[in-house]
């Protein structure tokens, strides 16, 4: 039996697969491309996506443990109700899904919303399941660099609540850490939720600094204002994908995403080292 991974080509997806390669864990990854699965020889590759039936069955033949990563698109609550029916009739009853932090409480963010829709599927229909709930991924920095580079404005509305941004090595790690876990279980363990946050909470002013101080020069935080950034997204994604990026820095300006009190010391004996500092992503992407 082995380990089914999908999303394995995206930012945490391949650190997912890196991490099973490394534990010897046997992997296979589901891809639409197969020539972007780039993986070792000993991970095998499946074709196909989440919504094509006949693949999604071939895929999950032979497997026990399915790690479940659906992208941010507007069928994405309809790939995971489909995932998870055809994951019961394949008999795969161990999972570990990435949500995201806060589930619950942000109900009028869409991707939020489905993927504690997703958590109510896994509870309802009975999995064994570890639930994911990453915060804010200071690797989707790597979107707003040339902002902050060429023009010294930090554009995330994140607020001054502070956003406890994590790294998507942790995130991939972490989950690695859970599949094999519940892979090499003599059966199905309960339900778990886990929180991946990184070690700072990070308002838009501290991150502003940061950057001033990686790039020995001024970078001002360019304020809560997520109406401005709705603006901006939809100059390269679908209108209806930058409003629902505006809802999300809504949230985080009303709520930020702070850890709750064991989060880090939890993720930190887990990893057996420290959590990724926002630094380290911006003095590399500095650098590039």
Known sequence: MTI????????????????????????RVLSRDSSKADFPDR?????????DLDALRSAMSDVSTLFLLNAVTGDEFTQAIVTLNVAREMGIDRIVYLSVFDAEGAVNVP?????????????????????????????????????????????????GKGVAMVNASDIGEVAAIELVRRHDADGPLPIETINVVGPENLTGERVAAIWSEVLGRQV??????????????SGFMPAW???????????????GMIPEAGDTDRLTAMLGRPLHQYRETAEALAAA
Do not use: C, W
């Open 4 to 27: 089914l991974v999908t999303g394995a080509t995206g930012r945490v997806g391949r650190h997912v697969v890196d991490q099973l390669v490394k534990r010897d864990a046997p992997a």
């Open 43 to 51: 991970v095998e590759v499946a074709q196909g996506d989440l919504l």
């Open 220 to 233: 001002a935080y360019g304020g809560d204002d997520p109406s401005g950034f709705e603006q901006n997204m």
């Open 111 to 159: 991707h939020f919303a489905v993927k504690r829709g997703t958590e109510r599927m896994l509870e309802q229909m009975d999995f064994g399941a570890t639930i994911l709930r990453p915060t804010y991924f200071i690797d989707n920095e790597a979107m707003v660099k040339d902002v902050i580079v060429n023009h010294g404005i930090y554009p995330m509305p994140i607020g």
């Open 241 to 255: 994908q930058a409003y629902e990026m505006r809802l999300m820095a809504e949230r985080y300006v009303s709520h």
